[in-house]
């Protein structure tokens, strides 16, 4: 997956969360019922929800900074081979 791919497929989940929670508080500011006797509850799950996504971007970036990371360490070259040949013992 390229960095732009990986970008997009982040800026897609941010989207999904942010619009979740505009349409949550939204709901609040037009006083739907259902939303306005649990005002706690949907501020909580709005920050939850964008934090989530946020925090799951950031875990992923590290994994993924990681591997590149370990990939570029290269091992030593390993030693030549010492050809043993039969005594004559």
């Known amino acids: 997956m390229t960095v732009n791919t990986w970008v997009k497929a ?7 969360a942010l619009c979740t929670a505009a349409i949550l508080i939204g709901g609040l500011a037009v006083g739907v019922p259902f ?10 799950y709005s920050f939850c929800c964008v934090t989530a996504v946020l ?8 994994v993924r900074a990681s591997v590149l990371a ?16 039969p005594s004559n013992a």
Do not use: M, Q, S
């Open 35 to 44: 939303l306005l006797e649990r005002i706690p509850e949907v501020f909580l």
């Open 10 to 16: 982040r800026a897609v989940e941010l989207g999904a």
């Open 55 to 62: 925090l799951r971007a950031a875990i992923d970036a590290a």
């Open 70 to 85: 370990v990939h570029g360490i290269r091992p030593a070259p390993a030693p030549a081979a010492v050809r043993l040949e």
